[in-house]
């Protein structure tokens, strides 16, 4: 039996709709050069963000919430998390 809630996992689900939306916008900008051009770094923060609401979407709907953590590849997200997990 899964330890994750029903709240848990609609949050999850949530995060990962968000995720969604927001690199759907970061790819369509990526299609103008014009905004590529004048706003790279803006661009790679989106992707950043995506990446972290994964990360987190997948801790919130882990039965082992630890393990998820050690899962996570963004050094300063998961030693974030790993000091609350």
Known sequence: M?????????????LDHARDLL????DELAMNQDVVA????ALQAVDIVG???????NVVRADDR?????RIGMCE???TLAAAA
């Open 66 to 70: 630890r393990a998820a953590v050690e």
């Open 51 to 57: 990446q972290m609401l994964g990360h987190i979407a």
């Open 38 to 41: 004048d706003h790279g770094v």
């Open 2 to 14: 899964s330890s994750v809630s029903d709240l848990d996992r609609i949050l999850a689900d949530e």
């Open 77 to 79: 997200l998961k030693a």
């Open 23 to 26: 690199l759907t916008m970061g």
